[in-house]
Protein backbone atom coordinates (compact mmCIF):
# COMPACT_ATOMS: atom_id res chain seq x y z
CA UNK A 1 0.00 0.00 0.00
CA UNK A 2 0.80 3.58 -1.07
CA UNK A 3 2.06 5.90 2.11
CA UNK A 4 -1.17 7.13 3.16
CA UNK A 5 0.42 10.27 4.36
CA UNK A 6 0.99 10.46 0.54
CA UNK A 7 -2.15 9.53 -0.48
CA UNK A 8 -3.51 12.41 2.22
CA UNK A 9 -1.32 15.23 0.44
CA UNK A 10 -2.34 13.67 -2.89
CA UNK A 11 -6.22 14.34 -1.81
CA UNK A 12 -5.58 18.15 -0.80
CA UNK A 13 -4.56 18.53 -3.69
CA UNK A 14 -7.35 17.65 -5.29
CA UNK A 15 -9.50 19.76 -3.06
CA UNK A 16 -7.58 23.01 -4.47
CA UNK A 17 -8.10 21.82 -8.10
CA UNK A 18 -11.85 21.01 -7.42
CA UNK A 19 -12.04 25.02 -5.72
CA UNK A 20 -9.69 26.26 -8.36
CA UNK A 21 -11.03 25.06 -11.78
CA UNK A 22 -14.87 25.81 -10.20
CA UNK A 23 -13.92 29.38 -9.49
CA UNK A 24 -12.48 30.21 -12.44
CA UNK A 25 -15.56 29.84 -14.72
CA UNK A 26 -17.63 30.34 -11.86
CA UNK A 27 -19.79 27.03 -12.07
CA UNK A 28 -19.65 23.61 -11.78
CA UNK A 29 -20.46 21.00 -8.90
CA UNK A 30 -17.97 21.54 -5.96
CA UNK A 31 -20.21 19.41 -3.31
CA UNK A 32 -19.79 16.34 -4.79
CA UNK A 33 -16.73 16.57 -5.99
CA UNK A 34 -14.92 17.31 -2.74
CA UNK A 35 -17.24 14.57 -1.07
CA UNK A 36 -15.71 12.03 -3.36
CA UNK A 37 -12.31 13.01 -3.27
CA UNK A 38 -11.04 10.59 -0.85
CA UNK A 39 -12.73 7.44 -2.30
CA UNK A 40 -11.29 8.28 -6.11
CA UNK A 41 -7.78 8.87 -4.44
CA UNK A 42 -8.19 5.63 -3.29
CA UNK A 43 -9.02 4.00 -6.01
CA UNK A 44 -6.79 5.26 -9.05
CA UNK A 45 -3.88 5.65 -6.44
CA UNK A 46 -4.13 2.44 -4.65
CA UNK A 47 -6.97 0.34 -5.87
CA UNK A 48 -7.37 -0.45 -9.58
CA UNK A 49 -5.14 -2.39 -11.60
CA UNK A 50 -4.12 0.19 -14.81
CA UNK A 51 -1.95 -0.04 -17.72
CA UNK A 52 0.19 2.58 -18.91
CA UNK A 53 -1.38 5.08 -21.46
CA UNK A 54 -4.94 4.92 -21.94
CA UNK A 55 -7.50 3.00 -24.84
CA UNK A 56 -10.65 2.67 -25.46
CA UNK A 57 -11.28 -0.60 -24.94
CA UNK A 58 -9.71 -0.91 -21.70
CA UNK A 59 -9.19 -4.87 -21.91
CA UNK A 60 -6.41 -6.40 -19.25
CA UNK A 61 -7.17 -3.42 -16.87
CA UNK A 62 -9.74 -2.29 -14.22
CA UNK A 63 -12.08 0.13 -16.11
CA UNK A 64 -13.84 2.82 -13.85
CA UNK A 65 -17.27 5.15 -14.96
CA UNK A 66 -18.65 7.75 -13.26
CA UNK A 67 -21.88 7.83 -13.55
CA UNK A 68 -22.71 11.59 -11.72
CA UNK A 69 -20.93 13.26 -14.32
CA UNK A 70 -21.78 16.37 -12.63
CA UNK A 71 -19.04 15.73 -10.17
CA UNK A 72 -16.65 16.24 -13.63
CA UNK A 73 -14.32 18.59 -11.65
CA UNK A 74 -12.69 15.24 -8.94
CA UNK A 75 -12.19 13.05 -11.91
CA UNK A 76 -10.31 15.36 -14.00
CA UNK A 77 -8.10 16.42 -11.32
CA UNK A 78 -7.51 12.89 -10.37
CA UNK A 79 -7.23 11.65 -14.20
CA UNK A 80 -4.51 14.09 -14.80
CA UNK A 81 -2.61 14.05 -11.52
CA UNK A 82 -2.48 9.80 -12.18
CA UNK A 83 -0.89 11.05 -15.92
CA UNK A 84 -3.57 10.90 -18.26
CA UNK A 85 -3.33 13.98 -19.33
CA UNK A 86 -0.97 17.39 -18.61
CA UNK A 87 -2.32 18.80 -14.96
CA UNK A 88 -2.06 22.30 -17.08
CA UNK A 89 -5.41 21.25 -18.76
CA UNK A 90 -7.46 21.64 -15.69
CA UNK A 91 -7.05 25.54 -16.53
CA UNK A 92 -9.47 24.51 -19.32
CA UNK A 93 -12.55 23.55 -17.29
CA UNK A 94 -15.89 24.34 -19.07
CA UNK A 95 -14.24 26.62 -21.49
CA UNK A 96 -14.77 26.90 -24.64
CA UNK A 97 -12.88 24.33 -26.70
CA UNK A 98 -11.91 22.24 -23.71
CA UNK A 99 -12.03 18.51 -23.48
CA UNK A 100 -12.63 19.07 -19.36
CA UNK A 101 -16.20 19.81 -20.75
CA UNK A 102 -19.16 20.25 -17.93
CA UNK A 103 -19.71 16.95 -17.84
CA UNK A 104 -17.78 14.03 -18.63
CA UNK A 105 -17.38 13.52 -22.58
CA UNK A 106 -15.86 11.09 -24.90
CA UNK A 107 -16.29 13.35 -27.65
CA UNK A 108 -13.26 15.16 -27.64
CA UNK A 109 -10.86 12.74 -26.96
CA UNK A 110 -9.67 13.27 -23.08
CA UNK A 111 -8.06 9.75 -21.89
CA UNK A 112 -9.59 8.59 -19.07
CA UNK A 113 -13.14 9.06 -20.34
CA UNK A 114 -14.80 5.98 -21.93
CA UNK A 115 -18.38 7.07 -21.79
CA UNK A 116 -20.17 10.41 -21.64
CA UNK A 117 -22.60 10.95 -18.15
CA UNK A 118 -24.33 13.55 -16.69
CA UNK A 119 -28.23 12.54 -17.28
CA UNK A 120 -28.25 10.10 -14.62
CA UNK A 121 -28.80 6.88 -14.31
CA UNK A 122 -27.00 5.27 -17.24
CA UNK A 123 -23.19 4.36 -15.81
CA UNK A 124 -24.35 1.27 -14.42
CA UNK A 125 -25.92 -0.35 -17.17
CA UNK A 126 -22.65 0.67 -19.58
CA UNK A 127 -20.31 -1.04 -16.96
CA UNK A 128 -22.94 -4.23 -17.05
CA UNK A 129 -21.97 -4.34 -20.56
CA UNK A 130 -18.37 -3.85 -19.70
CA UNK A 131 -18.47 -6.51 -17.37
CA UNK A 132 -19.85 -8.77 -19.88
CA UNK A 133 -17.14 -8.40 -22.65
CA UNK A 134 -14.69 -9.12 -19.65
CA UNK A 135 -16.15 -12.44 -19.15
CA UNK A 136 -15.81 -12.86 -23.15
CA UNK A 137 -12.49 -11.98 -23.33
CA UNK A 138 -11.35 -13.83 -20.37
CA UNK A 139 -10.26 -11.05 -18.61
CA UNK A 140 -10.55 -11.00 -14.72
CA UNK A 141 -9.91 -6.94 -14.24
CA UNK A 142 -13.31 -5.47 -12.38
CA UNK A 143 -15.33 -2.86 -13.55
CA UNK A 144 -16.13 0.07 -10.69
CA UNK A 145 -18.57 2.46 -10.97
CA UNK A 146 -19.70 5.65 -8.83
CA UNK A 147 -23.42 7.11 -8.19
CA UNK A 148 -25.11 10.48 -6.61
CA UNK A 149 -27.30 8.66 -3.56
CA UNK A 150 -30.19 10.94 -5.75
CA UNK A 151 -28.98 9.05 -8.91
CA UNK A 152 -30.88 6.22 -7.57
CA UNK A 153 -34.23 7.62 -7.99
CA UNK A 154 -33.88 6.94 -11.67
CA UNK A 155 -35.55 3.72 -12.65
CA UNK A 156 -32.84 2.94 -15.20
CA UNK A 157 -30.74 2.15 -12.29
CA UNK A 158 -33.20 -0.81 -10.68
CA UNK A 159 -33.42 -2.18 -13.96
CA UNK A 160 -29.30 -2.20 -13.84
CA UNK A 161 -29.81 -3.70 -10.27
CA UNK A 162 -31.81 -6.41 -11.40
CA UNK A 163 -30.50 -7.91 -14.57
CA UNK A 164 -26.61 -7.88 -12.38
CA UNK A 165 -28.11 -10.16 -9.90
CA UNK A 166 -29.98 -12.45 -12.12
CA UNK A 167 -27.31 -12.89 -14.77
CA UNK A 168 -24.46 -13.18 -11.69
CA UNK A 169 -22.42 -10.66 -12.93
CA UNK A 170 -19.76 -10.65 -10.55
CA UNK A 171 -17.25 -8.67 -11.84
CA UNK A 172 -18.37 -4.77 -10.99
CA UNK A 173 -18.25 -3.07 -8.19
CA UNK A 174 -20.99 -0.33 -7.64
CA UNK A 175 -20.17 2.45 -4.97
CA UNK A 176 -23.18 4.65 -3.87
CA UNK A 177 -22.01 8.26 -2.55
CA UNK A 178 -24.79 8.46 0.46
CA UNK A 179 -24.36 12.21 1.30
CA UNK A 180 -27.44 12.11 1.24
CA UNK A 181 -28.06 15.42 0.01
CA UNK A 182 -29.55 16.60 -3.68
CA UNK A 183 -30.23 19.76 -5.44
CA UNK A 184 -34.03 20.75 -4.03
CA UNK A 185 -32.52 19.17 -0.48
CA UNK A 186 -31.87 16.08 1.33
CA UNK A 187 -32.79 12.97 0.00
CA UNK A 188 -35.30 12.30 2.53
CA UNK A 189 -37.06 15.39 1.84
CA UNK A 190 -36.99 15.05 -1.95
CA UNK A 191 -37.85 11.36 -2.35
CA UNK A 192 -36.53 8.83 0.32
CA UNK A 193 -34.34 6.03 -0.59
CA UNK A 194 -35.37 4.27 2.54
CA UNK A 195 -32.93 1.89 3.50
CA UNK A 196 -30.92 1.33 0.80
CA UNK A 197 -28.68 -1.32 2.33
CA UNK A 198 -31.78 -3.74 2.35
CA UNK A 199 -32.83 -2.87 -0.94
CA UNK A 200 -29.27 -3.86 -2.26
CA UNK A 201 -29.33 -7.06 -0.48
CA UNK A 202 -33.14 -7.98 -1.32
CA UNK A 203 -31.79 -7.56 -4.94
CA UNK A 204 -29.38 -9.82 -4.03
CA UNK A 205 -26.25 -8.05 -4.44
CA UNK A 206 -23.35 -8.11 -2.05
CA UNK A 207 -23.18 -4.87 0.23
CA UNK A 208 -20.18 -3.65 1.91
CA UNK A 209 -20.85 -0.32 3.99
CA UNK A 210 -18.23 2.27 4.03
CA UNK A 211 -18.90 4.61 7.55
CA UNK A 212 -16.52 6.91 7.19
CA UNK A 213 -16.34 7.35 3.70
CA UNK A 214 -14.06 10.71 3.38
CA UNK A 215 -11.21 8.75 5.25
CA UNK A 216 -8.67 7.31 3.35
CA UNK A 217 -7.99 4.01 5.18
CA UNK A 218 -11.43 3.21 5.86
CA UNK A 219 -12.79 3.72 1.90
CA UNK A 220 -9.19 1.36 0.84
CA UNK A 221 -10.51 -1.33 3.83
CA UNK A 222 -13.76 -1.28 2.08
CA UNK A 223 -12.62 -1.50 -1.82
CA UNK A 224 -10.31 -4.02 -0.75
CA UNK A 225 -13.48 -6.11 1.24
CA UNK A 226 -15.81 -5.39 -2.20
CA UNK A 227 -12.76 -6.64 -4.66
CA UNK A 228 -12.49 -10.08 -1.91
CA UNK A 229 -16.17 -10.78 -2.78
CA UNK A 230 -16.40 -10.30 -6.79
CA UNK A 231 -16.12 -13.61 -8.63
CA UNK A 232 -18.52 -15.25 -6.09
CA UNK A 233 -21.92 -14.91 -8.28
CA UNK A 234 -23.32 -11.99 -7.05
CA UNK A 235 -22.47 -8.17 -7.79
CA UNK A 236 -21.54 -6.21 -5.21
CA UNK A 237 -22.28 -2.36 -3.95
CA UNK A 238 -20.03 -0.32 -1.44
CA UNK A 239 -22.54 2.15 0.47
CA UNK A 240 -20.19 5.18 1.17
CA UNK A 241 -21.22 7.31 3.88
CA UNK A 242 -19.53 10.81 2.67
CA UNK A 243 -19.63 14.43 3.79
CA UNK A 244 -20.88 16.64 0.56
CA UNK A 245 -18.40 19.52 0.61
CA UNK A 246 -16.03 17.78 2.50
CA UNK A 247 -12.23 19.40 3.82
CA UNK A 248 -13.98 22.64 3.31
CA UNK A 249 -15.79 24.05 6.52
CA UNK A 250 -18.32 26.35 4.89
CA UNK A 251 -19.75 23.77 2.59
CA UNK A 252 -20.45 20.60 4.59
CA UNK A 253 -23.45 19.95 6.40
CA UNK A 254 -25.71 21.61 3.49
CA UNK A 255 -26.73 21.14 0.19
CA UNK A 256 -26.01 24.57 -0.99
CA UNK A 257 -23.16 23.78 -2.53
CA UNK A 258 -24.16 21.00 -4.90
CA UNK A 259 -23.77 23.28 -8.15
CA UNK A 260 -22.51 26.44 -6.84
CA UNK A 261 -18.79 28.35 -6.75
CA UNK A 262 -16.79 29.80 -4.47
CA UNK A 263 -16.34 33.69 -4.70
CA UNK A 264 -13.07 35.16 -4.57
CA UNK A 265 -13.19 35.33 -0.63
CA UNK A 266 -14.85 31.89 -0.09
CA UNK A 267 -12.03 30.51 -2.36
CA UNK A 268 -9.06 31.59 -0.41
CA UNK A 269 -10.68 31.13 2.61
CA UNK A 270 -11.10 27.08 1.07
CA UNK A 271 -7.66 27.06 -0.03
CA UNK A 272 -6.25 28.39 3.30
CA UNK A 273 -8.01 25.02 4.65
CA UNK A 274 -6.12 22.78 1.93
CA UNK A 275 -2.61 24.41 1.47
CA UNK A 276 -0.85 22.99 -1.93
CA UNK A 277 1.08 19.59 -1.21
CA UNK A 278 1.78 18.73 -5.16
CA UNK A 279 2.10 22.18 -6.40
CA UNK A 280 -0.90 23.83 -8.45
CA UNK A 281 -2.09 23.78 -12.20
CA UNK B 1 -39.83 -0.56 -68.08
CA UNK B 2 -37.37 -2.76 -65.34
CA UNK B 3 -39.52 -6.08 -64.40
CA UNK B 4 -38.88 -6.61 -60.36
CA UNK B 5 -40.20 -10.30 -59.59
CA UNK B 6 -41.21 -11.17 -55.73
CA UNK B 7 -39.30 -14.43 -54.69
CA UNK B 8 -41.71 -14.86 -52.37
CA UNK B 9 -43.15 -12.99 -49.03
CA UNK B 10 -41.40 -12.62 -46.31
CA UNK B 11 -40.52 -10.49 -43.54
CA UNK B 12 -38.05 -8.09 -43.17
CA UNK B 13 -37.42 -8.76 -39.59
CA UNK B 14 -36.58 -12.20 -40.63
CA UNK B 15 -33.70 -10.72 -42.90
CA UNK B 16 -32.29 -9.22 -39.59
CA UNK B 17 -32.32 -12.86 -38.09
CA UNK B 18 -30.25 -14.01 -40.95
CA UNK B 19 -28.18 -11.10 -41.30
CA UNK B 20 -27.48 -12.05 -37.59
CA UNK B 21 -27.40 -15.57 -37.60
CA UNK B 22 -24.56 -14.96 -40.68
CA UNK B 23 -22.88 -12.18 -38.54
CA UNK B 24 -22.71 -14.78 -36.13
CA UNK B 25 -20.59 -17.09 -37.60
CA UNK B 26 -18.37 -14.65 -39.48
CA UNK B 27 -17.70 -12.26 -37.33
CA UNK B 28 -16.75 -13.31 -33.86
CA UNK B 29 -17.01 -9.48 -32.33
CA UNK B 30 -20.75 -9.33 -32.71
CA UNK B 31 -22.72 -9.90 -30.17
CA UNK B 32 -26.79 -9.55 -29.52
CA UNK B 33 -28.81 -7.99 -26.61
CA UNK B 34 -32.99 -8.24 -26.87
CA UNK B 35 -35.91 -7.17 -24.50
CA UNK B 36 -37.72 -10.07 -24.06
CA UNK B 37 -38.51 -10.26 -28.08
CA UNK B 38 -36.52 -12.83 -29.22
CA UNK B 39 -39.12 -14.55 -31.53
CA UNK B 40 -40.72 -11.30 -32.56
CA UNK B 41 -37.21 -10.26 -34.28
CA UNK B 42 -36.03 -13.92 -34.92
CA UNK B 43 -33.19 -13.96 -33.21
CA UNK B 44 -33.38 -17.38 -32.22
CA UNK B 45 -30.74 -18.95 -34.36
CA UNK B 46 -28.28 -16.54 -33.86
CA UNK B 47 -28.80 -17.16 -29.61
CA UNK B 48 -28.70 -21.24 -30.55
CA UNK B 49 -25.16 -21.10 -32.28
CA UNK B 50 -23.85 -18.33 -30.13
CA UNK B 51 -25.37 -18.73 -26.41
CA UNK B 52 -22.54 -16.83 -24.99
CA UNK B 53 -22.51 -13.74 -27.12
CA UNK B 54 -26.54 -13.25 -26.33
CA UNK B 55 -27.67 -11.17 -23.38
CA UNK B 56 -31.74 -11.27 -22.55
CA UNK B 57 -31.76 -7.93 -20.60
CA UNK B 58 -35.77 -8.51 -19.76
CA UNK B 59 -38.52 -6.05 -20.22
CA UNK B 60 -35.92 -2.85 -19.26
CA UNK B 61 -34.84 -1.36 -22.80
CA UNK B 62 -33.14 1.12 -20.45
CA UNK B 63 -30.62 -1.07 -19.42
CA UNK B 64 -29.84 -3.00 -22.77
CA UNK B 65 -29.25 0.43 -24.60
CA UNK B 66 -26.44 0.87 -21.25
CA UNK B 67 -25.24 -2.24 -21.68
CA UNK B 68 -25.05 -2.13 -25.70
CA UNK B 69 -22.96 0.68 -25.30
CA UNK B 70 -20.81 -0.69 -22.54
CA UNK B 71 -20.31 -3.79 -24.73
CA UNK B 72 -18.32 -1.81 -27.21
CA UNK B 73 -15.92 -0.92 -24.36
CA UNK B 74 -14.17 -4.19 -24.57
CA UNK B 75 -13.91 -4.29 -28.79
CA UNK B 76 -17.71 -5.91 -29.06
CA UNK B 77 -19.89 -5.14 -31.78
CA UNK B 78 -23.43 -5.22 -29.90
CA UNK B 79 -27.15 -5.80 -31.84
CA UNK B 80 -29.85 -4.66 -29.24
CA UNK B 81 -33.07 -5.58 -30.49
CA UNK B 82 -36.58 -4.58 -29.53
CA UNK B 83 -39.94 -2.86 -31.12
CA UNK B 84 -38.91 0.35 -33.08
CA UNK B 85 -41.69 1.85 -30.50
CA UNK B 86 -38.99 0.85 -27.55
CA UNK B 87 -35.96 1.18 -29.24
CA UNK B 88 -36.33 4.73 -29.80
CA UNK B 89 -38.55 6.93 -27.65
CA UNK B 90 -37.94 4.95 -24.72
CA UNK B 91 -35.03 5.30 -24.78
CA UNK B 92 -33.91 8.63 -26.55
CA UNK B 93 -31.67 9.99 -23.92
CA UNK B 94 -29.81 6.83 -23.06
CA UNK B 95 -29.23 6.57 -26.64
CA UNK B 96 -28.18 10.22 -27.38
CA UNK B 97 -26.18 10.34 -24.29
CA UNK B 98 -24.52 6.65 -24.11
CA UNK B 99 -24.37 5.67 -28.11
CA UNK B 100 -24.52 8.55 -30.08
CA UNK B 101 -22.69 11.00 -27.95
CA UNK B 102 -20.42 8.74 -26.92
CA UNK B 103 -19.73 7.66 -30.31
CA UNK B 104 -20.41 3.96 -29.90
CA UNK B 105 -20.33 1.07 -32.31
CA UNK B 106 -23.94 0.25 -31.41
CA UNK B 107 -26.34 -1.21 -33.69
CA UNK B 108 -29.83 -0.67 -32.86
CA UNK B 109 -32.65 -3.36 -34.82
CA UNK B 110 -35.43 -2.25 -34.32
CA UNK B 111 -38.55 -3.99 -35.79
CA UNK B 112 -42.46 -3.43 -36.18
CA UNK B 113 -41.76 -0.13 -37.61
CA UNK B 114 -44.97 1.86 -38.72
CA UNK B 115 -48.18 1.34 -39.08
CA UNK B 116 -47.98 -2.12 -40.64
CA UNK B 117 -47.72 -3.27 -37.15
CA UNK B 118 -50.93 -3.54 -37.63
CA UNK B 119 -53.79 -4.76 -34.96
CA UNK B 120 -51.58 -4.34 -31.60
CA UNK B 121 -52.59 -0.20 -32.74
CA UNK B 122 -51.01 2.94 -32.04
CA UNK B 123 -49.51 2.30 -28.74
CA UNK B 124 -46.63 0.11 -30.47
CA UNK B 125 -47.09 2.33 -33.65
CA UNK B 126 -44.00 4.12 -34.12
CA UNK B 127 -44.15 6.45 -36.83
CA UNK B 128 -41.61 9.82 -35.35
CA UNK B 129 -38.32 7.53 -35.08
CA UNK B 130 -36.92 8.16 -37.99
CA UNK B 131 -37.00 11.92 -37.24
CA UNK B 132 -35.90 10.96 -33.97
CA UNK B 133 -32.93 8.46 -34.85
CA UNK B 134 -31.47 11.24 -37.70
CA UNK B 135 -31.39 14.44 -35.76
CA UNK B 136 -28.31 12.70 -33.56
CA UNK B 137 -25.54 14.04 -34.79
CA UNK B 138 -22.95 10.74 -35.86
CA UNK B 139 -26.02 8.47 -36.47
CA UNK B 140 -26.95 5.96 -39.07
CA UNK B 141 -30.47 5.52 -40.43
CA UNK B 142 -31.21 2.28 -42.46
CA UNK B 143 -35.14 1.62 -43.44
CA UNK B 144 -34.80 -1.47 -45.62
CA UNK B 145 -37.35 -2.43 -48.07
CA UNK B 146 -37.72 -6.44 -48.47
CA UNK B 147 -36.06 -9.22 -46.80
CA UNK B 148 -32.96 -9.43 -48.72
CA UNK B 149 -32.49 -5.91 -48.11
CA UNK B 150 -32.83 -6.31 -44.45
CA UNK B 151 -30.01 -9.07 -44.33
CA UNK B 152 -27.56 -7.45 -46.60
CA UNK B 153 -28.17 -3.81 -44.10
CA UNK B 154 -27.51 -5.88 -41.06
CA UNK B 155 -24.46 -7.41 -42.08
CA UNK B 156 -23.06 -3.77 -43.96
CA UNK B 157 -24.21 -2.29 -40.60
CA UNK B 158 -21.31 -4.75 -38.60
CA UNK B 159 -18.84 -3.09 -41.02
CA UNK B 160 -18.87 0.23 -40.42
CA UNK B 161 -17.61 1.91 -37.02
CA UNK B 162 -20.24 4.02 -35.30
CA UNK B 163 -24.36 3.73 -34.23
CA UNK B 164 -26.66 2.99 -36.48
CA UNK B 165 -30.51 2.47 -36.32
CA UNK B 166 -31.81 -0.21 -38.11
CA UNK B 167 -35.79 0.33 -38.58
CA UNK B 168 -37.92 -3.15 -40.12
CA UNK B 169 -41.01 -4.25 -39.75
CA UNK B 170 -43.61 -7.32 -38.89
CA UNK B 171 -45.60 -7.52 -42.08
CA UNK B 172 -44.59 -10.19 -45.26
CA UNK B 173 -44.10 -8.16 -47.68
CA UNK B 174 -42.85 -8.32 -51.70
CA UNK B 175 -39.03 -10.16 -51.42
CA UNK B 176 -37.64 -8.22 -54.87
CA UNK B 177 -33.80 -6.81 -54.13
CA UNK B 178 -30.92 -8.22 -55.26
CA UNK B 179 -29.84 -11.73 -52.94
CA UNK B 180 -26.04 -10.79 -53.24
CA UNK B 181 -25.01 -8.95 -49.85
CA UNK B 182 -22.46 -6.82 -51.65
CA UNK B 183 -25.29 -4.94 -53.93
CA UNK B 184 -26.04 -2.56 -50.75
CA UNK B 185 -23.82 -0.03 -49.93
CA UNK B 186 -24.77 1.90 -46.69
CA UNK B 187 -25.51 5.72 -48.17
CA UNK B 188 -26.43 4.57 -51.68
CA UNK B 189 -29.40 4.70 -53.37
CA UNK B 190 -30.81 2.60 -55.68
CA UNK B 191 -32.30 3.30 -59.09
CA UNK B 192 -34.73 1.03 -59.62
CA UNK B 193 -36.73 2.23 -62.85
CA UNK B 194 -35.34 5.83 -64.97
CA UNK B 195 -38.30 7.50 -65.91
CA UNK B 196 -38.49 11.28 -66.98
CA UNK B 197 -42.06 12.88 -65.48
CA UNK B 198 -41.98 12.61 -61.93
CA UNK B 199 -39.28 11.35 -58.98
CA UNK B 200 -40.73 8.64 -56.68
CA UNK B 201 -38.22 8.75 -53.76
CA UNK B 202 -39.70 5.79 -51.55
CA UNK B 203 -38.12 3.51 -48.34
CA UNK B 204 -39.00 0.77 -46.49
CA UNK B 205 -42.37 -1.09 -47.21
CA UNK B 206 -43.38 1.41 -49.67
CA UNK B 207 -40.58 0.97 -52.21
CA UNK B 208 -43.03 -2.10 -53.63
CA UNK B 209 -45.65 0.18 -53.82
CA UNK B 210 -43.93 2.67 -55.36
CA UNK B 211 -42.68 0.35 -58.07
CA UNK B 212 -46.75 -0.90 -58.20
CA UNK B 213 -47.61 2.87 -59.01
CA UNK B 214 -44.73 3.19 -61.48
CA UNK B 215 -46.42 0.68 -63.71
CA UNK B 216 -49.90 1.95 -63.55
CA UNK B 217 -48.40 5.40 -64.41
CA UNK B 218 -46.19 3.75 -67.40
CA UNK B 219 -49.89 2.31 -68.74
CA UNK B 220 -50.86 6.06 -68.96
CA UNK B 221 -47.75 6.88 -70.21
CA UNK B 222 -46.27 8.68 -67.35
CA UNK B 223 -42.48 8.07 -67.09
CA UNK B 224 -41.53 7.73 -63.44
CA UNK B 225 -37.77 7.45 -62.32
CA UNK B 226 -38.08 5.18 -58.89
CA UNK B 227 -35.45 5.62 -56.81
CA UNK B 228 -35.26 3.20 -53.15
CA UNK B 229 -33.13 5.36 -50.08
CA UNK B 230 -32.65 2.54 -47.79
CA UNK B 231 -30.75 5.12 -45.95
CA UNK B 232 -31.62 8.32 -44.47
CA UNK B 233 -29.12 9.62 -42.86
CA UNK B 234 -26.26 9.79 -44.64
CA UNK B 235 -28.52 10.90 -47.76
CA UNK B 236 -27.13 10.07 -50.88
CA UNK B 237 -27.89 13.33 -52.22
CA UNK B 238 -26.31 12.91 -55.36
CA UNK B 239 -28.93 10.43 -56.74
CA UNK B 240 -31.98 12.66 -55.72
CA UNK B 241 -30.36 15.90 -57.36
CA UNK B 242 -29.39 13.58 -61.06
CA UNK B 243 -33.52 12.41 -60.78
CA UNK B 244 -34.82 15.44 -59.83
CA UNK B 245 -32.82 17.66 -63.07
CA UNK B 246 -34.37 15.31 -65.05
CA UNK B 247 -38.36 15.28 -64.08
CA UNK B 248 -38.78 18.84 -62.07
CA UNK B 249 -41.04 17.36 -59.36
CA UNK B 250 -40.74 14.42 -56.69
CA UNK B 251 -42.88 12.05 -54.69
CA UNK B 252 -41.42 11.05 -51.48
CA UNK B 253 -42.36 7.88 -49.59
CA UNK B 254 -42.48 6.60 -46.36
CA UNK B 255 -44.43 4.41 -43.42
CA UNK B 256 -43.53 7.98 -40.88
CA UNK B 257 -44.92 11.11 -40.33
CA UNK B 258 -44.39 13.52 -42.84
CA UNK B 259 -42.74 15.90 -40.27
CA UNK B 260 -38.78 14.65 -39.62
CA UNK B 261 -39.07 11.66 -42.25
CA UNK B 262 -37.45 10.91 -45.46
CA UNK B 263 -39.68 13.43 -47.09
CA UNK B 264 -38.24 16.44 -44.94
CA UNK B 265 -34.54 15.12 -45.52
CA UNK B 266 -35.09 15.22 -49.40
CA UNK B 267 -36.79 18.59 -49.24
CA UNK B 268 -33.40 19.77 -47.53
CA UNK B 269 -31.66 18.95 -50.45
CA UNK B 270 -33.74 20.53 -52.78
CA UNK B 271 -34.32 23.83 -51.57
CA UNK B 272 -30.68 23.99 -51.04
CA UNK B 273 -29.90 23.06 -54.54
CA UNK B 274 -32.75 22.76 -56.70
CA UNK B 275 -35.86 23.93 -55.83
CA UNK B 276 -38.22 21.65 -56.37
CA UNK B 277 -41.99 20.97 -56.27
CA UNK B 278 -42.82 17.83 -54.18
CA UNK B 279 -45.29 15.77 -52.70
CA UNK B 280 -45.18 13.88 -49.37
CA UNK B 281 -46.59 9.91 -49.21
CA UNK B 282 -46.33 9.80 -45.29
CA UNK B 283 -48.70 9.84 -42.25
CA UNK B 284 -50.33 12.92 -41.60
CA UNK B 285 -48.93 14.51 -38.29
CA UNK B 286 -50.98 11.60 -36.49
CA UNK B 287 -51.11 8.52 -34.52
CA UNK B 288 -52.19 5.22 -36.10
CA UNK B 289 -54.91 2.22 -34.94
CA UNK B 290 -55.97 -1.03 -34.89
CA UNK B 291 -55.72 -2.61 -38.92
CA UNK B 292 -54.14 -4.89 -40.65
CA UNK B 293 -51.10 -3.94 -42.43
CA UNK B 294 -53.01 -3.39 -46.03
CA UNK B 295 -55.85 -1.41 -44.27
CA UNK B 296 -53.69 0.43 -42.45
CA UNK B 297 -51.65 1.54 -45.78
CA UNK B 298 -54.58 1.99 -48.25
CA UNK B 299 -56.56 4.30 -44.68
CA UNK B 300 -53.56 6.69 -44.28
CA UNK B 301 -52.45 6.97 -48.15
CA UNK B 302 -49.74 5.12 -48.19
CA UNK B 303 -49.57 2.41 -51.19
CA UNK B 304 -49.32 2.63 -54.72
CA UNK B 305 -52.77 4.18 -55.82
CA UNK B 306 -51.93 7.06 -53.28
CA UNK B 307 -48.75 7.02 -54.53
CA UNK B 308 -49.97 7.11 -58.26
CA UNK B 309 -52.29 10.35 -57.31
CA UNK B 310 -49.76 11.84 -55.58
CA UNK B 311 -47.52 11.70 -58.52
CA UNK B 312 -49.94 13.36 -61.24
CA UNK B 313 -50.50 16.04 -58.28
CA UNK B 314 -46.80 17.21 -58.44
CA UNK B 315 -46.99 16.97 -62.01
CA UNK B 316 -49.63 19.27 -62.36
CA UNK B 317 -47.68 21.55 -60.09
CA UNK B 318 -44.49 21.80 -62.31
Avoid at chain 1, 121 to 148: C, E, I, Y
Avoid at chain 1, 193 to 213: I, N, Q, R, S, Y
Amino acid sequence: MADINQLKDFATQVRRDILRQVHAVNSGHPGGSLGCTEFLVALYQEIMNRKEGFDMDGIGEDVFYLSNGHISPVIYSVLARSGYFPVEELATFRKLGTRLQGHPSTHDGLPGIRIASGSLGQGLSVALGTAQAKKLNNDDNLVFTLHGDGELQEGQIWEAVMYAAANKVDNVIATVDYNGQQIDGSTEEVCSLGDLKAKFEAFDWDVVEVKEGNDLEAIIAGLNEAKSKTGKGKPVCILLHTMMGNGVDFMMHTHAWHGKAPSDEQLENALSQNPATLGDY
Amino acid sequence: MKKYIDSGKKDTRSGFGAGLTELGRTNPKVVALCADLIGSLKMQDFIDENPKRFFQTGIAEANMIGMAAGLTIGGKIPFAGTFANFATGRVYDQIRQSVAYSEKNVKIAASHAGLTLGEDGATHQILEDIGLMKMLPGMTVINPCDYNQTKAATMASAEIDGPVYLRFGRPKVANFTSENVEDFVIGKGIQLQEGTDVSIIATGHCVWEALIAAEKLSEQGISADVINIHTIKPLDEEIILKSVAKTGCVVTCEEHNYLGGLGESVARVLSLNNPTPQEYIATKDTFGESGTATELMAKYELDAPAIEKAAKAVIARK
